[in-house]
């Protein structure tokens, strides 16, 4: 069993900051890509960010500039900081972490943790 455990979304105001964590029980994770996907219902699973093994990031257009993707390889740990968050920005939020970094629905996935930003 592969786990993929996210926290850190809760309710937030506009322009505020949240930060997501996810904690992985597999260090084999450690040389995959790992990222966040966000799904808002009835709409299709959107890719946010992705972080390789060697560190670099891939972002949507609309959160650049004001998410950062990071991860701490001793920790088995993925984290995406949210800045000046947007009501748009209010979704279900996806851990992921794929060998090749193939978009989804491959991959592993965690169980998602909701963010809401009121305008």
């Known amino acids: 069993q592969i786990d993929l455990v996210e926290s850190g979304g809760g309710l937030v105001q506009f322009g505020g900051s949240l930060r997501l964590s996810c904690v992985y029980t597999?260090?084999?994770?450690?040389?995959?890509?790992m990222g966040w996907y966000r799904q808002v219902l009835g709409k299709q699973r959107e890719l946010v960010a992705t972080?390789?093994?060697?560190?670099?990031?891939v972002y949507t257009d609309s959160v650049k500039g004001r998410f950062t993707i990071s991860r701490d390889t001793a920790k088995n740990a993925v984290y995406l900081q949210m800045n000046s968050l947007k009501p748009e920005d209010t979704a279900v939020y996806y851990c992921?972490?794929?060998?090749?970094?193939?978009?989804?629905?491959?991959?592993?996935w965690g169980q998602g943790t909701q963010v809401t930003v009121s305008s």
């Open positions: 992921y972490a794929d060998e090749s970094g193939a978009p989804y629905p491959h991959g592993y």
């Open positions: 597999d260090s084999i994770f450690s040389s995959y890509v």
């Open positions: 972080v390789s093994s060697d560190g670099s990031t």
